[in-house]
């Protein structure tokens, strides 16, 4: 029991040394990466035109000059300046500034889609980098085998109990593991590269990948229900809004506009007569509305909003099913990754008993170096699939997560 303990233990310590290195390498990747800082980037944007939309129209200022000066009872009229402001309807800037929030509020969530898409591809990278690594120690494994097999091959070639051939089998199969193995040196040097491409760092800087992962016993919950708040659905939820201060927007602006001015007519004085008023300045307040009697393009607006609402209730509908479709595919493969993963356990003990009877059958002089090269031919592909299935498994759980956490 003490010892059973001591594993677990183990096994929550490296599971939790796991996930606390991934997520340190998300935060590093949400912070650096040049996608997420474009969409802050908009996001800014975005909030900066609520001030945008604090407006009112240009103050109109204007002066004439009478070039034959208009003779009044109170004397001719030297020029005329003018003054005058239109406002919108009470509530416009305030249903400008809220819609103008409503879409900053879009560009937000999707700096949410785009965090959550980024730290899927880091997981998925992540993960490609785990099978890789194992891969290359277990080939190394794999070759250190072979080159005991062939120290004992040449033994029993020099007693007679075995062939060159079987000797040149041997060293053929290690040359096709060494292959492999570079190769994959090759694949983890790509795959490297991506992975800090990602985090937007150097290519070349190591990535501390954890050597043991293994399956848990028993699957997290999945909660359908959490795809309701995943930012890819709330943003349709988000657009609806905008459309919806659209609206209130468009109906603020087909209602009147209310102008105020003030007129200024200089004045000078006639000598020929003598009375109060001579010479008197035009002072004429006035106001004004503009009435959009011909408000055909309001209606159209209107008609146009309520079709992009219908428009964003469809498409919300299709993405919801499609999330569900990705969310059941990701559980059906991962739960098809946990029976290839004890499949392959149970099949590689059973090679690895197979490997113990061939060593004891080498003690008592008859060994068949051809099975040892089926054995060990199984052994790399049960080793092999067995990595699969655990990169499989974390892969699919890194899409769940996406889809509802």
């Known amino acids: 029991m003490k010892n059973i303990k001591i594993i677990i233990c183990l096994l929550f310590v490296s599971a939790l040394a796991k996930a606390q290195q991934l997520q340190s390498y998300i935060e590093e990747a949400e912070a650096n990466n040049p996608e997420i800082q474009a969409f802050e980037l908009r996001y800014n944007i975005a909030e900066e035109k609520v001030n945008e939309v604090n407006w009112l129209p240009n103050t109109v200022v204007s002066a004439g000059y009478f070039v034959s000066e208009p003779e ?9 300046f ?4 239109m406002l919108p309807w009470f509530g416009t800037i305030t249903a400008r500034e809220n819609y103008a929030s409503s879409m900053a509020e879009t560009e937000f969530v999707e700096i949410a889609i785009a965090k959550r898409k980024l730290a899927l591809a880091v997981a998925q990278s992540y993960y490609q980098l785990y099978s890789i ?13 072979l080159e005991t097999y062939e120290r004992l091959a040449l033994t029993s070639l020099e007693v007679g109990k075995a062939s060159a051939v079987d000797v040149l089998r041997l060293q053929i199969r290690q040359n096709e593991l060494v292959q492999q193995r ?13 992975f800090n491409n990602l985090l937007n760092r150097d290519e ?13 016993d028993v699957d997290p919950l999945v909660l359908n229900e959490n795809l309701q708040l995943n930012p890819e659905l709330i ?7 905008s459309i919806e201060q659209s609206e209130l927007l468009n109906q603020k602006e087909s209602a009147p506009s209310i102008g105020f001015g003030l007129d200024y007519v200089p ?24 009435i959009p009697i011909f408000n055909n393009r309001y209606n159209s607006v209107t008609k146009q909003n309520e079709l992009r609402q219908l428009e964003i209730i469809s498409q ?6 499609s999330l569900e479709t990705r969310l059941a595919q990701a559980v059906h493969n991962r739960n098809t990754m946990r029976i290839k993963f004890n499949t392959q356990t149970d099949n590689l003990k059973q090679a690895n008993d197979a490997e113990e009877i061939l060593i004891k059958n080498y003690e008592t002089g008859t060994i068949d170096f051809n099975d040892v090269l089926d054995v060990q031919e199984l052994q790399l592909k049960f080793q092999i699939n067995l990595i699969e299935s655990i990169k499989g498994y974390y892969t699919e759980y890194a899409k769940i997560n996406y889809l509802t956490r």
């Open 267 to 290: 004045v000078s004085e006639r000598a020929d007569m003598n009375f109060s008023d001579n010479g008197k300045d035009i002072i004429m307040p006035m106001i004004s509305i503009s």
């Open 82 to 85: 003018s003054i005058s402001q």
């Open 235 to 241: 943003k349709y939820d988000k657009l609806y809004e």
């Open 204 to 216: 070349t800087m190591p990535v501390n990948v954890i050597e043991d992962m293994m399956i848990p």
């Open 133 to 145: 690594k194992t891969k290359q120690l277990v080939f190394d494994e794999n070759i250190e085998l």
């Open 316 to 321: 919300k509908d299709e993405r919801l099913n």
């Open 72 to 80: 009044t009872r109170t004397g001719a009229q030297r020029a005329r």
């Open 182 to 194: 570079e190769v994959l040196e090759q694949d983890y040097q790509a795959e490297q590269t991506l």
